[in-house]
């Protein structure tokens, strides 16, 4: 510790991650629904995922998009990088925003996503306000891009 004392500490070494805010018109978002088995239930979420071995978060993110959403987006631009569980891990996600977006594939990755929806950022908003949506880099990306609720 700083004052030279020991402590037992758990240390999680995650590789980074990226996500994209996919904006289908300036009012209209994609999100996924997907099981989350620490929770035990399905979350609304953007699109995510882990960087693979020397992938480029940008990459990460056209990849994760298209996996979980069968859209590529034409242009992604880098809104915010945080540290999602700074007390024990070193993880990183990098958020982007995606727009332009283009429907390359109908099938998506299944075995993670069960469904891919369009909400409005009215919609959104409110199901922020009821705590429909709950992960921690959807609200972030939101909030980069002042799309929070002022009153959530």
Do not use: W
Not at 33 to 62: F, H, M, N, V
Not at 97 to 112: H, M, S, V, W
């Amino acid at each position: 510790m700083r004052d030279g004392s020991s402590a037992k500490r758990v240390r999680i070494d995650h590789p980074e991650a990226a996500a994209v805010v996919p904006f289908l018109s300036d009012r209209e978002i994609l999100l996924v629904r997907q099981y989350r088995y620490a929770l035990g239930r399905e979350t609304l979420e953007i699109p995510a995922g882990k960087l693979d071995p020397s992938e480029k978060p940008e990459e990460c993110a056209g990849r994760e998009l298209l996996e979980e959403t069968g859209y590529e987006a034409g242009s992604l631009t880098l809104l915010y990088a945080y540290a999602p569980a700074i007390g024990y891990s070193n993880e990183l996600i990098h958020i982007y925003a995606g727009r332009n977006l283009r429907k390359l594939q109908n099938e998506i990755d299944q075995r993670e996503i069960s469904s891919v929806e369009s909400f409005t950022i009215e919609e959104i908003s409110s199901m922020i306000r009821e705590g429909r949506i709950i992960d921690g880099k959807t609200l972030i990306g939101l909030a980069v891009l002042g799309l929070l609720p002022s009153t959530a």
